[in-house]
T-cell receptor, first 116, second 113 residues
Framework: GAVVSQHPSWVICKSGTSVKIECRSL??????MFWYRQFPKQSLMLMAT?????????EQGVEKDKFLINHASLTLSTLTVTSAHPEDSSFYIC????????????FGPGTRLTVL | QKEVEQDPGPLSVPEGAIVSLNCTYS??????FMWYRQYSRKGPELLMY????GNKEDGRFTAQVDKSSKYISLFIRDSQPSDSATYLC?????????????FGKGTHLIIQP
């Protein structure tokens, strides 16, 4: 149980284009989902927290107009990187909180974004 | 000073050895402490979850938290080559799932057969 999937697992795009990443909780309802970014040899850094049906809360320094987050259902959250640039190339990982296991977060496998 | 400090390694030990991984932190509000294992280009997998100070054991893994020293540890007994991965400590000040987690950089562990 408590499986989180992400799609796509990797994506290469041209500078200036937008990329959408999906995060799904497969066998549980996730009231809260989190988006993290991980640069090579760096720790995961929280970007934003999204609650189903409400606007995401962004961490300081994260541009909300650039990283659009939608959490339309209890099993799906999307992160859209708008007008991507090479410096946005990173490993994006989502996690979800399980209603039953209140204090735990379950992570997806991550999406590797490369912007040319 | 970063909130969570963790030696990135690599840490290389022979198979069967006891492994000790550690993190220090500066935020005294942290109360929930987690250890994750991450294989290359994969998402983190939760290994251990502890609340406040104390020890917790699960199979070959033991997590220790010393809040007075702001120091947490993960011990792996009878280490196996399959334990080779990056181990991330993470912490939160309000229920590990309620807020985003603050992570260490991760320690790259290599178990030599």
């Amino acid at each position: 149980g408590a499986v989180v999937s992400q799609h796509p697992s990797w994506v290469i795009c041209k500078s200036g284009t937008s990329v959408k990443i999906e995060c799904r909780s497969l066998d549980f309802q996730a009231t809260t989902m989190f988006w993290y970014r991980q640069f090579p040899k760096q720790s995961l850094m929280l970007m934003a927290t999204s609650n189903e049906g409400s606007k995401a809360t962004y961490e300081q320094g994260v541009e909300k107009d650039k990283f659009l987050i939608n959490h339309a259902s209890l099993t799906l959250s999307t992160l859209t990187v708008t007008s991507a640039h090479p410096e946005d190339s990173s490993f994006y990982i989502c996690s979800a909180r399980d209603r039953e296991h209140y204090n735990e977060q379950f992570f997806g496998p991550g999406t590797r974004l490369t912007v040319l | 000073q970063k909130e969570v400090e963790q030696d990135p390694g690599p840490l290389s030990v022979p198979e069967g050895a006891i492994v000790s991984l550690n993190c220090t932190y500066s935020n005294s509000a942290f109360q929930y402490f987690m250890w994750y294992r991450q294989y290359s280009r994969k998402g983190p997998e939760l290994l251990m979850y502890t609340y406040s100070s104390g020890n917790k054991e699960d199979g070959r893994f033991t997590a220790q938290v010393d809040k007075s020293s702001k120091y947490i540890s993960l011990f792996i007994r009878d280490s196996q080559p399959s334990d080779s991965a990056t181990y991330l400590c993470a912490m939160s000040d309000s229920g590990g799932g309620a807020d985003g987690l603050t992570f260490g950089k991760g320690t790259h562990l290599i178990i030599q057969p």
